[in-house]
């Protein structure tokens, strides 16, 4: 079916309807968040960052809950998620006009510039937790033989809001600027998101405690220490390996986050160093925010593209026919810096990238029992962090001051064929139909 006759469809349950207004609305105050931080760390007056430098913005931001992510990830099969969702974003609310505050009077050094980086780490790390909880949860908010109609849509559907969001934050860095200065207007951004944040809650306190799960029975871990999230991690990731079309999918994911991440630290290089003076940085910002709207464009497209895809050729081949579509546009990265080329393929790119996770998307939820569902998700979130903070470092290896590397750009194209050629490989060793599994409804008329 189309993504509008399935949203339609789902739109009838309550819980379904108040999930995904959640999570559009705090995922855009999480792209208003993440454009106020790369506007004053990357694209301040005062900055000239190299790849080195936005591998450290990854790591600040991504890295944490990647590398504590499967201690805590038994917790979203223990505690309410509903409440793991309404915490994170009153934490996330109160971190925002934290940093706003710091940013607005100028204290950005010395303890006010832990105090600021500490806040930007926490706050992006307890989102990825909080998403993680929701993917888990969504399971109670549809009909049994609907959940892997919802589990497509609504991971597609979220990045709408980080784009919505991203706008808003260019809008209002850029429109008041003159009028405040260049800080101040990204003082003004978190406040924005802080608020944003704070119509999350409001939606958020719609649901009863325990209505995302964990359930009394079938999803509960057993409570403990070390000892027991220790031995359901090690559950989990048991039970991963006896799903073997999962786990390739994870395993691609991650390396497609890590192609992905690679074009776009080149982007951000090319635009401070190559296509604009050093000293503008508002012009590079002002590319970057184009480049933003076309890959989210593609993001959001992806969307209503898989279902027709999957009715058509299968879910399988079209995930293989998708990395070979991200091969091919990627050769055109190859031949040219300019920048419409690049933000054409850049917009084809995040079409194909974001195609092949609602893909992925679909094959672990079909292929993962329930009671994982929490621990696997945070695994599947830890990868795509992961591979997207190891892109910042392989850029800052392979990446020249400027961005751009024939060489580099070459060796993303064929890291995508090798993908396909895996995938392809992987479906006619397991089974056609494996991954296939899920798809019944998306095929549906």
């Known amino acids: 079916m189309s993504i509008i006759t399935a949203v339609r469809r789902l739109w009838r349950h309550a819980p379904f309807r108040r999930l995904l207004t959640l999570r559009v609305l705090s995922q855009a105050a999480d ?23 936005i591998a450290g913005v990854l790591a600040l931001t991504l890295l944490p809950f990647t590398v504590i992510g499967p201690f805590v990830s038994p917790l979203l099969d223990r505690w309410s998620r509903r409440n793991v969702a309404l915490y994170s974003d009153i934490t996330r609310a109160a971190l925002s006009l934290i940093i706003a505050a710091i940013i607005f009077t100028g204290a950005t050094t010395g303890v006010w510039a832990v105090a600021l980086y ?22 109670h908010t549809v009909d049994r033989d609907e959940f892997l109609t919802a589990s497509s849509i609504v991971p597609t559907i979220g990045p709408i809001g980080v784009v919505l969001g991203a706008v808003i934050g260019f809008v209002v860095r850029f429109g008041f600027a003159d009028l405040l200065g260049a800080d101040r207007a990204n003082s003004l951004v978190f406040v924005i998101a802080a608020a944003g944040f704070v119509g ?33 991690l090690v559950e989990a990731w048991r039970h991963l390996r006896t799903r073997p079309a999962a786990l390739v999918a994870l395993i691609l994911m991650v390396v497609t986050r890590l192609l992905f991440g690679l074009l776009s630290v080149a982007v951000i290089l090319a635009a401070r160093h190559l296509w604009h003076p050093v000293t503008d940085p508002d012009a590079a910002l002002a590319d970057l925010s184009v480049w933003g709207v076309a890959t989210g464009a593609g993001f959001i497209l992806a969307a209503p593209l898989v279902p027709v895809l999957v009715r058509r050729f299968g879910l399988g081949r079209s995930a293989v026919g998708i990395l070979v579509a991200a091969a091919a546009v990627s050769m055109v990265t190859v031949f040219t810096s300019a920048k419409a080329p690049l933000f054409v393929a850049s917009f084809l790119i995040g079409l194909s990238v974001q195609s092949f996770k609602v893909c992925v998307d679909t094959i672990v939820q079909a ?28 850029a800052a290896f392979v990446l020249p001051a400027d961005g751009i590397s024939v060489v580099a750009f070459a ?34 008329d």
């Not at 621990?375 to 990868?383: K, P, Q, S």
């Open 118 to 139: 500490g806040a930007l780490l926490v706050a992006m790390s307890i989102n990825r937790f909080m998403l993680a909880g929701l993917s888990a949860g969504l399971q």
């Open 411 to 444: 060796g993303i194209a064929v890291a995508y064929c090798l993908s396909a050629a895996w995938l392809a490989a992987s479906r006619s060793r397991l089974g056609a139909e494996t991954f296939e599994r899920g798809t019944e409804s998306l095929v549906a």
């Open 200 to 232: 999350s809650v409001l939606i958020c306190r719609g649901f009863a405690p325990g209505a995302l799960g964990p359930s009394a029975t079938g999803e509960k871990s057993s409570s403990g220490g070390a000892a027991s999230v220790a031995r359901g």
């Open 31 to 53: 792209g208003t968040l993440q454009v106020g931080m790369a506007s004053y760390i990357l694209f301040s007056p005062q900055s000239q960052p190299d790849a080195w430098a």
């Open 367 to 394: 292929n993962i029992d329930g009671r994982y569902k929490g621990r696997v998700f945070t695994f599947y979130d830890m990868g795509y962090n992961g591979g997207f903070v190891l892109a910042g470092v392989v």
